[in-house]
Every structure is written in structure tokens, then in C-alpha cells.
């Protein structure tokens, strides 16, 4: 596994940055970036399963393994989802999806850092950066 981390500062209060990334209609526009139409079931609260899925229902399981409100939302990720049915659990305890907020002078910093399979490096490389500046653009407005 490989981490990389992605930073962006947003001129927004951490609750409205916080709710553009976890509201249902903010949250499929943004990760629109990654797959048209991508959604999760599931409730946001620790120790919670929850499913990152595209149409068709495929996708990752993962534990939401902390929540702290308008600051820390961390994914444990287990495995896959094809056909709306968990895989086995494949990921072991590095797949990790990270988002981290800071309260800054004027606005948010926001941090995902994500543990990824080298195949899937140069994926999340283009990807999250594109996801983020849309994340911000929402916020901001």
C-alpha cells in the first residue's frame, strides 16, 4: 500500500465543509469526480459498516472507525461490493481513507490521505484533486 495525501484550504467554516462532504446531494456531486453517480448507504457513525457504491452497486465496504464532528471522518476500507454483495474481507488494516479538518483564520484546511494499491496510485492521484476543488467550490458558494 502506498499513501498519499491531498490538502486544500477552503474559505468556509468547517461546518459548512463538513456537511458539503457528508450531506447526500454534496456528496454525489463531489465524488462525481471519481464515478458518475457514486453514493454511500449507511450511517456516518463510528463503528458503523458502511458501502461506497456506484450504480449497479458496486463498491467498497468499510468500518467508520472515528468520527469527530466538523473535524475527523476515518474509513477503515474491508473489501468489495459487486452486486450489492460484500466480498470477503481482502484490505486488511491499511486500506484507510482519511478526511481531517482544521478550523484555520479565514476558512478550512481539509486533508484526505488515503492508503491505495500501487495499481490504483496514478487513479487517486488525478482523481482526488479534482474531487477536492469541487468539495471547495460547494462550499465556497
Given at each position: 500500500m502506498k499513501k498519499i495525501q491531498f490538502t486544500v484550504f477552503i474559505n468556509a467554516s468547517v461546518e459548512?465543509?463538513?456537511?458539503?462532504?457528508?450531506?447526500?446531494?454534496?456528496?454525489?456531486?463531489?465524488?462525481?469526480?471519481?464515478?458518475?453517480?457514486?453514493?454511500?448507504?449507511?450511517?456516518?457513525?463510528?463503528?458503523?459498516?458502511?458501502?461506497?457504491?456506484?450504480?449497479?452497486?458496486?463498491?467498497?465496504?468499510?468500518?467508520?472507525?472515528?468520527?469527530?464532528?466538523?473535524?475527523?471522518?476515518?474509513?477503515?476500507?474491508?473489501?468489495?461490493?459487486?452486486?450489492?454483495?460484500p466480498q470477503e474481507k481482502t484490505f486488511g488494516d491499511e486500506a484507510i481513507e482519511y478526511y481531517d479538518l482544521e478550523e484555520k483564520e479565514n476558512g478550512t484546511e481539509l486533508t484526505v490521505t488515503i492508503n491505495t494499491a500501487e495499481e490504483f496510485l496514478t487513479y487517486f492521484t488525478n482523481s482526488f484533486p479534482r474531487a477536492l476543488n469541487i468539495v471547495k467550490e460547494l462550499a465556497e458558494e
Open positions: 459548512k465543509v463538513w456537511n458539503t462532504l457528508w450531506d447526500d446531494d454534496t456528496y454525489r456531486k463531489w465524488t462525481a469526480s471519481f464515478i458518475k453517480g457514486s453514493y454511500y448507504e449507511g450511517e456516518l457513525a463510528e463503528g458503523n459498516e458502511i458501502r461506497f457504491l456506484s450504480p449497479g452497486e458496486h463498491g467498497l465496504f468499510a468500518l467508520v472507525e472515528k468520527v469527530v464532528p466538523f473535524q475527523k471522518m476515518h474509513f477503515l476500507h474491508y473489501g468489495e461490493v459487486i452486486d450489492g454483495i
